[in-house]
């Protein structure tokens, strides 16, 4: 399908990830990745902050308002949560959690994994798939849509998680 990878490795793309046991036979299915240069644990605290805001294109998606570039220190998502924030509105909840490796939440009844993949000591793959059942057309465009959503929100967080950490703690500057 057009616009279903970005940024990964077949090996990749064949793995499990925890969405795929919440949508039966779906009609969407797409996989995002960037390698982070920093271990897991401190490219973890900003999959979590996703609860804040979406990361990606503020201007579209948080209604112009800038997604927190420090971290907060909230705590460990848990499923039932919030899984977003979108221009100061609560949506989705968090459906599945492993902290440190992954957290799937749904989203307008598309489920989506953010899973870390340890490479060494010092760097981490940031794995993301989308999956949702709805028409083959509205797949295709859904699928061009978080292509270039997605790819910036995994970008920023790669950022943000490299400068905080080059910085030795929550704050960065940008």
Known sequence: MIGDRWGV???EVSLPYPC??????????????????????????????????PYS???????GRRSPRELVGLP???????????GGR?????VSVEPGRQL???????FMSYILVPQGQHTTRLL????????RWAAIGLSVGDLVMARRQLLNLKQLAERSHRLGGGRTAF
């Open 9 to 11: 490795s077949e090996g």
């Open 20 to 53: 795929d046991s919440f949508v039966n036979s779906p009609t969407l299915q797409a996989w995002r990745g960037v390698s982070v240069e920093v271990p897991a644990e401190a490219v973890w605290p900003w999959i979590g902050q996703v609860r804040l805001a």
């Open 57 to 63: 294109y503020d201007w579209i998606d948080n209604f």
């Open 76 to 86: 460990e998502p848990r499923p039932g949560e919030r899984f977003t924030t979108s």
């Open 90 to 94: 609560k949506l989705g909840r968090i």
């Open 104 to 110: 799937t939440g749904t989203i307008m009844g598309a």
């Open 128 to 135: 993301l798939k989308v999956v949702m059942r709805t028409s």
